[in-house]
């Protein structure tokens, strides 16, 4: 019941300003072929007409893929355009040559205020060659935080719903866990870099609940039963040219389930933000290639 009760919502609000406000974000679907939907996040900022951001696409599935995002926006025209390029991280198994590139451009009667995003798309591949096309369907994701809090509200009051199942149910913060990149077990996410080194930064962004993880790069131990805390912990790491092989393991879940450490990944001004979400002795894999 619960999971067909979020799925609805998420379908619902998902399908169902600009220049003012610099950043927008939004979240939907892409539509393939008609009958295949696939969750897509979209973020960027605008400045003096130019876009730049990021997009997610399967965002919380097997094919989770972030890239980057370069655009305009003609206030005159009302015309937005914006296309994908290059992968910060995928967890898909596909090379980063054969990705597919989102290129959109669709007429906005008022950026600042239209919450829906929605048009054709063509998809293309990095070298230009046409892959597949579809419909881009995302709503601002301000509107969907407002309709999940007004929700959640009218689930607590609803008396024919049995307290246990009420407690199951958080829209806003399942939004927020959406928004992330979380690292499951046995699951592969690999990060390009163009550095030589770059810095592993952990820590418990939550409450301190005596996680302790392993952390495993390129066969080298780097941490063995380490307790992560709201400490930053800093490990700088050399990056061989090619594949790189960072594996976290969750040795214990601490007193608030699951296991959660935050990591950031940064190098020459990028940062790219995981969360892991480990049961004990489970493990996920990041895999850093140096191009």
């Given amino acids: 019941m619960i999971k067909v009760f979020i799925t609805s919502f998420l379908f619902f609000f998902m399908t169902s300003s600009l220049m003012a406000q610099k950043t927008h974000e939004y ?45 305009s926006y003609n206030q005159k025209g009302r015309v937005l355009s914006f296309r994908e390029y290059g992968i910060e991280y995928t967890k898909s198994e596909v090379e980063a040559y054969d990705f597919c590139y989102v290129n959109f451009e669709g007429k906005l009667k008022n ?14 591949y990095d070298d230009g060659e046409k892959c597949i096309d579809g419909e881009l369907l995302v709503r601002t994701i301000d509107k969907m ?17 049995p307290d246990s199942t009420k407690a199951k149910i958080n829209l806003v913060k399942m939004l ?11 699951e592969n996410t690999t990060v390009f870099w163009d550095s030589d080194t770059i810095e592993l930064v952990l820590w418990d962004a939550g409450k301190e609940d005596g996680d302790i993880v392993s952390l495993t790069f390129n066969g080298e131990k780097q941490l063995r039963n380490y307790t992560i805390g709201r400490n930053k912990k800093v490990i700088p790491l050399a990056l061989n040219v ?18 959660t ?21 489970e493990a996920t894999t990041i895999t850093l290639i140096k191009r």
Avoid at 146 to 161: P, T
């Fill in 145 to 161: 935080y407002r309709k999940a809090e007004r929700l959640d509200k009218k689930i607590k009051r609803m008396k024919r719903l």
């Fill in 242 to 259: 090619g594949k790189n092989t960072l594996s976290v393991r969750a040795e214990n879940m601490g007193s608030i389930h699951p296991n």
């Fill in 261 to 281: 450490a935050k990591i950031e990944l940064r190098a020459n001004g990028r940062t790219v933000n995981l969360l892991t979400n480990l049961n004990s002795s």
């Fill in 176 to 186: 927020d866990e959406k928004r992330l990149n979380v690292l499951k077990k046995d």
């Fill in 27 to 71: 979240m939907g679907f892409l539509k393939i072929q008609d009958s295949l939907f696939i969750s897509y996040r979209l973020k960027f900022e605008v400045n003096d007409g130019e876009i730049k951001g990021f997009s997610v696409t399967d965002y919380g599935g097997a094919h989770e893929t972030k890239s980057y995002v370069t655009g």
């Fill in 111 to 124: 950026i600042d205020r239209q919450s829906m995003l929605e048009g054709t798309f063509n998809g293309k």
